[in-house]
């Protein structure tokens, strides 16, 4: 069966699957997608371009704030605010790529250049008073399918489900592509693929404008679906570590192992929380670091690989 009809069929299964969860089941299906889009658009850069990224807080955090301010200081569309939110993120990733490649920082150099970057853009919303300054913006809640709210979590459900899909439609159709190729040319040897004939900042720059441009495309859906945004809590260094370990966890490269990542360790940390409340605050964080180091003793190759091999084994 073809890849593509494949995750057309998986994605109609899961849609199927939505209404019948409860509302708290529903919420957690909202945050395993929006958090599993950013791994996946996190992994386009990280995992099969090999390029360490500390920062993708940025790129979701340019997304929320500017469909949000757009919509409650000019009275923008969202849904139109979501396109411009997805053009900046992949303007940003661009210039912030071709600015750090062009000076062949790579590996942890170009790890800490986008860490501070993302820090310097929380410091810098967080004085401005257009963006609500550390107060943060709040959305008046207007149910409606063209303000981009639903009466119902279900609505919401569909429309993180339907950027994941988008997300993983994109990273299926690099996977077999020319620029596939290029990106893991890249990841393995950089000087042995410029000898190739390969423009490597070249390659690195797609990487990063299509990483941060699928990134930023979670952060409108983000800020309608709690109705507020703060610079924490969509450029917060918590996001851009969240999607680096469901990576990591999940399989780094590999196709949808951030995926898995986030399917597996999303619900974890709401039922910790659920559970311990706010007697153990950051437990969840432990738990992050006892999956890291299970997973990268147990399986190099994360989850996926894991699976992958279970499957393997089965079918011979």
Same mark, same amino acid.
């Given at each position: 069966?073809?890849?593509?009809?494949?995750?057309?069929?998986?994605?109609?299964?899961?849609?199927?699957?939505?209404?019948?969860?409860?509302?708290?089941?529903?919420?957690?299906?909202?945050?395993?997608?929006?958090?599993?889009?950013?791994?996946?658009?996190?992994?386009?850069?990280?995992?099969?371009?090999?390029?360490?990224?500390?920062?993708?807080? $940025?790129?979701?955090?340019?997304?929320?704030?500017?469909?949000?301010?757009?919509?409650?200081?000019?009275?923008?569309?969202?849904?139109?605010?979501?396109?411009?939110?997805?053009?900046?993120?992949?303007?940003?990733?661009?210039?912030?790529?071709?600015?750090?490649?062009?000076?062949?920082?790579?590996?942890?150099?170009?790890?800490?250049?986008?860490?501070?970057?993302?820090?310097?853009?929380?410091?810098?919303?967080?004085?401005?008073?257009?963006?609500?300054?550390?107060?943060?913006?709040?959305?008046?809640?207007?149910?409606?399918?063209?303000?981009?709210?639903?009466?119902?979590?279900?609505?919401?459900?569909?429309?993180?489900?339907?950027?994941?899909?988008?997300?993983?439609?994109?990273?299926?159709?690099?996977?077999?592509?020319?620029?596939?190729?290029?990106?893991?040319?890249?990841?393995?040897?950089?000087?042995?693929?410029?000898?190739?004939?390969?423009?490597?900042?070249?390659?690195?720059?797609?990487?990063?404008?299509?990483?941060?441009?699928?990134?930023?495309?979670?952060?409108?859906?983000?800020?309608?679906?709690?109705?507020?945004?703060?610079?924490?809590?969509?450029?917060?260094?918590?996001?851009?570590?969240?999607?680096?370990?469901?990576?990591?966890?999940?399989?780094?490269?590999?196709?949808?192992?951030?995926?898995?990542?986030?399917?597996?360790?999303?619900?974890?940390?709401?039922?910790?929380?659920?559970?311990?409340?706010?007697?153990?605050?950051?437990?969840?964080?432990?738990?992050?670091?006892?999956?890291?180091?299970?997973?990268?003793?147990?399986?190099?190759?994360? $989850?996926?690989?894991?699976?992958?091999?279970?499957?393997?084994?089965?079918?011979?």
């Amino acid at each position: 069966m073809r890849p593509m009809l494949l995750l057309a069929l998986t994605i109609a299964l899961v849609a199927c699957v939505a209404p019948l969860l409860s509302i708290y089941g529903q919420h957690i299906f909202v945050l395993v997608a929006l958090y599993g889009s950013v791994a996946l658009a996190w992994n386009i850069l990280g995992g099969m371009a090999g390029q360490m990224s500390l920062g993708h807080a $940025l790129f979701v955090g340019a997304g929320a704030y500017v469909s949000t301010a757009l919509y409650l200081k000019l009275g923008v569309n969202p849904w139109i605010g979501l396109l411009l939110a997805a053009l900046v993120g992949g303007a940003l990733g661009a210039v912030l790529g071709y600015t750090v490649f062009r000076r062949k920082l790579s590996g942890v150099y170009f790890a800490l250049v986008t860490l501070a970057v993302a820090e310097m853009a929380l410091h810098i919303v967080s004085n401005v008073a257009v963006f609500g300054a550390a107060n943060g913006l709040a959305i008046p809640s207007k149910p409606d399918f063209a303000n981009f709210q639903f009466s119902s979590k279900l609505g919401f459900c569909y429309a993180a489900l339907g950027v994941l899909a988008l997300v993983s439609a994109v990273i299926l159709g690099i996977h077999r592509s020319r620029l596939g190729y290029v990106f893991l040319a890249i990841r393995e040897n950089e000087r042995s693929a410029a000898a190739l004939g390969i423009d490597v900042v070249q390659g690195k720059v797609i990487a990063a404008a299509i990483s941060g441009s699928l990134a930023a495309l979670v952060g409108p859906i983000y800020a309608n679906y709690v109705l507020f945004i703060d610079p924490e809590s969509v450029l917060g260094v918590t996001l851009s570590i969240d999607a680096l370990l469901f990576s990591f966890v999940g399989g780094l490269g590999s196709l949808f192992g951030p995926l898995l990542g986030a399917v597996v360790l999303v619900p974890l940390t709401e039922l910790l929380r659920s559970l311990l409340g706010g007697r153990l605050a950051g437990v969840h964080l432990i738990v992050y670091g006892v999956m890291l180091i299970l997973v990268m003793r147990l399986a190099p190759q994360g $989850l996926w690989g894991l699976l992958s091999d279970a499957v393997g084994r089965r079918s011979k």
